[in-house]
């Protein structure tokens, strides 16, 4: 006469609980996706570009990508929570999911209030540190990291000096007989060879207006809208999930046990 438990069990269930449960659960993997890419941009700020972060003064930048990086991997423990939370159909889990997808929401928010006031600090700060770090660091004792970060910079730049390759000129460097001859370090050449920095005609070294300080600056400009774009993006989907988060938890507590 009475239908199979399994059905009975099936049919106590909203449609709408269904529904948002395979909508949670949709948007637990895509959200778990999404951490991944977090963390990649995070790791690449601080691998591939990690020569250029040590020539900057302020540790902001670099704080920005630690906090992408915390960020996604929280997002990805959090996407598996909350993929167990919505198949066990647990409210607690649920509590807890919701702590987490509101913990990595400040989380962004944070590194993206950083991303901004770097945004606008960064142009004064270039002035004021990169020339003196340049002439007074290059090929200095213990100062390897930055001499590797200056070369990077003129070669994959193309550019010389921070304003100028006259800049070179006041080089603590330069002016010993380690440079032998070079009027320039040898990074600022078209062509790269032993010495080529002993000549700084147009013909050999790279001439550019502005100098490094705007190449570098337009880079890292670029850099922190993509940390932006990536923060705002993953926080808008966050608000989502949560209110799908909302939506279940109300549902699961209406139904009868």
Not at 55 to 81: D, E, F, P, Q, R
Not at 151 to 163: A, I, M, P, R
Not at 184 to 200: A, E, F, I, W, Y
């Amino acid at each position: 006469m009475g239908a199979p438990a399994t059905a009975y069990d099936e049919k106590k269930e909203t449609c709408g609980t269904v529904c948002l449960k395979y909508l949670l659960f949709t948007f637990n993997f895509l959200f778990w996706l999404a951490g991944g890419v977090v963390m990649a941009v995070g790791i690449w700020t601080l691998v591939e570009k990690s020569d250029y972060i040590s020539l900057l003064s302020s540790a902001t930048y670099a704080a920005s990508a630690y906090i992408l990086i915390l960020a996604g991997a929280i997002v990805m423990v959090t996407g598996v929570l909350g993929c167990c939370a919505t198949f066990k159909e647990q409210r607690r889990l649920l509590r807890v999911y919701f702590v987490l997808l509101l913990c990595i929401f400040l989380l962004e928010i944070l590194a993206g209030v950083l991303a901004y006031i770097y945004y606008q600090q960064l142009n004064e700060e270039l002035k004021q540190n990169l020339r003196e770090t340049m002439v007074q660091k290059y090929r200095q004792p213990e100062q390897e990291h930055i001499t590797k970060a200056v070369d990077k910079l003129q070669h994959e730049f193309k550019c010389c000096g921070s304003n100028s390759s006259s800049d070179w000129g006041e080089s603590v460097w330069i002016r010993t007989s380690e440079a032998d001859g070079r009027l320039v370090p040898d990074s600022c050449c078209k062509t790269q060879t032993l010495n080529c920095g002993r000549r700084d005609h147009p013909s050999n070294i790279y001439k550019v207006e502005g100098g490094c300080i705007t190449k570098l600056e337009n880079f890292i400009l670029d850099h922190l809208k993509i940390i932006g774009a990536v923060g705002v993006g993953i926080a808008c989907v966050q608000i989502v999930g949560m209110v799908f988060t909302c939506c279940l938890y109300r549902s699961l507590k209406a139904e009868p046990y």
